[in-house]
């Protein structure tokens, strides 16, 4: 049953897209499944499950983190003005994440277990980028708008949107990649090792998927990783160093690679100058609800009265790591994924590290947790990357 699990939790992950409603109540396929397997953990380990891991989460200094952090999110369900909706957000997004790491806790007992995971996200990761790279070629649909001009050709996979595909696929790279560089292979007998290939595999799919996205954000996200991965590692510090002053003499000697970072970290090109604007009206709207902010799902109605810039739509979230954990959080969300991060790095290290990377700079100009499957993914790579 343990085995079962594990390896169909990463795979489940996209099926949130399937939505339906159990009597009047919304739900989706992957909640669904979530809640099966809690149960099924539960009936397989019996309460001994829960007493292991709550040991578990309190030798590695996980009990205040999460306390802080499932406290930061039922309070924001009463700052919002639509309780019903926000406890459903709450739901997804703390509750039903916490509980799967309350469950992995227990069921990653050593390496055998942390395998079989990573094996399963590994090929989770490879059929996204098979999907999109079935896109690209035209032997898959791509809704519209994102299946012809002026958005031009952008995969998707099975999500709503290319950024979902990349959200996903970029620190689950950055995993990969840090997984390959630090590993020596496995045992095969007394005759060597084998290689770390199917890092390598899920990485190349995941930046595939991300590249096929046109993603700039989950590309600069992977590139960030590869960086901090290479120069954590004392055999590779010179090549993680050759690679930025190749990439910096490039950057002023070639005008058009030039031009095109500087627009990029200037936030000079369209969607750069929307999300300025957006975050301008967030600070505006924050300024006035400094404490706990909009509450959760609560961004679209309470950003209405300071949004001046009526030529561009209100997005769902105002795209910037900081500033979305403020508006659905508070001050005590913004501290608890603080503490979250820091306990991470803490007891992660050199796993955790190209991981936060990718996460804290996807994160600039996107929404790497507030989804279903990213909240959950996020857990999970939590838990693959802890020190024993």
């Known amino acids: 049953m343990p085995r079962i699990l594990l390896i169909l939790l990463p795979l489940l992950l996209p099926t949130y897209v399937v939505r339906f409603h159990i009597g009047p109540l919304p739900t989706t396929l992957l909640e669904v499944s979530l809640l099966v397997m809690l149960c099924a953990w539960t009936k397989s380990r019996g309460i001994n499950g829960w007493k292991n891991s709550i040991a578990n989460i309190r030798s ?16 924001a369900i009463f700052v919002a003005p639509n309780h019903i909706a926000a406890l459903g957000l709450w739901r997804a997004y703390f509750l039903e994440p916490i509980l ?40 898959l649909p791509i809704s519209a708008p994102w299946d012809a001009p002026p958005q031009g050709f952008r995969a998707i996979g099975p999500f709503p949107f290319p950024n979902a595909l990349a959200l996903f696929c970029a620190p689950a790279a950055a995993l990969f990649f840090a997984l390959a560089i630090n590993r020596k292979g496995e045992k095969i007998g007394e ?47 010179r090549i993680a160093v050759a690679i930025a ?50 509450g ?52 992660g290290r050199t796993l955790a590290l190209p991981m936060i990377a990718a996460i804290l700079v996807h994160g600039i100009v996107d929404v790497p947790y507030f989804k279903n499957d990213l909240a959950v993914l996020f857990w999970i790579l939590i838990i693959i990357s802890l020190d024993e």
């Open 60 to 75: 590695r200094g996980w009990l205040l983190p999460l306390g802080l952090w499932l406290a930061a999110g039922t309070i």
């Open 100 to 139: 799967i790491f309350v469950m992995l806790s227990d069921l990653i007992r050593g390496e055998k277990e942390k395998r079989t995971l990573i094996n399963s996200l590994a090929i989770t990761v490879t059929l996204l980028g098979l999907w999109a790279v079935g896109q690209y070629l035209g032997l």
């Open 191 to 237: 005759g060597g090792r084998t290689p770390p290939l199917r890092e390598w595999i899920g990485f190349a799919a995941g930046t595939m998927a991300t590249l096929l996205a046109k993603s700039d954000g989950g590309l600069i996200a992977i590139a960030a990783a590869v960086m901090v991965t290479l120069f954590l590692k004392k055999k590779t510090r």
């Open 245 to 294: 002053l190749i990439s910096l003499v490039a950057t002023f000697a070639i005008p058009q690679l030039g031009q095109k970072v500087g627009d990029q970290i200037l936030f000079r090109e369209w969607s750069g100058k929307v999300r300025l604007v957006m975050w301008d009206e967030t600070v505006a709207m924050l300024r006035s609800r400094p404490i706990f902010g909009a």
């Open 296 to 347: 959760l799902g609560a961004f679209p109605v309470m950003i209405a009265p300071y949004h001046v810039a009526t030529w561009m739509e209100v997005f769902q979230y105002p795209h910037n790591i900081l500033l979305n954990l403020w508006s659905e959080t508070g001050l005590l969300g913004l501290i608890a994924f603080g503490l979250i991060l820091f306990t991470w790095w803490r007891r």
